[in-house]
C-alpha cells in the first residue's frame, strides 16, 4: 500500500506564490512519472505538470512559465512551485504517482490540496 501527502495549499493574492509538495510512502520498487492536476468547481480535472524519473517535465499552456515541477526521488517527493498566481489557478490540487512495485504500475493520488488566488 502507497499513502501520498500532500501539503502547502492555501490562500493566495494575486501575484503570489506557493510551494506544493506531495510524498509518498509505502511499498514501492520505484515511482516513474509524478505530476499534479487541478479541479477547479463545475470544472474536469486536468493535468498542470508532470516529470518524468529521468527529469523530462511537460506543463499545461496556462501555466507554463510560471509553474516549476520538481522532484525529490531519494525522498519520493513531487513539488509544484506556483508563481505569479491568477484568480483562474484558484481549484483543489491533486498530485498523481506511478508506482512501480513487484507486481506492476499503479497510480495514486493524493487527497487533495485547496489554492485560492482573491484579493
Known amino acids: 500500500q502507497v499513502q501520498l501527502v500532500e501539503s502547502g495549499g492555501g490562500l493566495v493574492q494575486p501575484g503570489g506564490s506557493l510551494r506544493l509538495s506531495c510524498a509518498a510512502s509505502?511499498?514501492?520498487?520505484?515511482?516513474?512519472?509524478m505530476g499534479w492536476y487541478r479541479q477547479a468547481p463545475g470544472k474536469q480535472r486536468e493535468l498542470v505538470a508532470v516529470?518524468?524519473?529521468?527529469?523530462?517535465?511537460n506543463y499545461a499552456d496556462s501555466v507554463e512559465g510560471r509553474f516549476t515541477i520538481s522532484r525529490d526521488n531519494a525522498k519520493n517527493t513531487v513539488y509544484l512551485q506556483m508563481n505569479s498566481l491568477k484568480p483562474e489557478d484558484t481549484a483543489v490540487y491533486y498530485c498523481?504517482?506511478?508506482?512501480?512495485?513487484?507486481?506492476?504500475?499503479?497510480?495514486?493520488w493524493g487527497q487533495g490540496t485547496q489554492v485560492t488566488v482573491s484579493s
Open positions: 516529470i518524468t524519473k529521468r527529469g523530462r517535465k
Open positions: 509505502g511499498s514501492m520498487l520505484t515511482i516513474n512519472a
Open positions: 498523481n504517482v506511478a508506482v512501480v512495485t513487484s507486481l506492476s504500475e499503479y497510480d495514486y
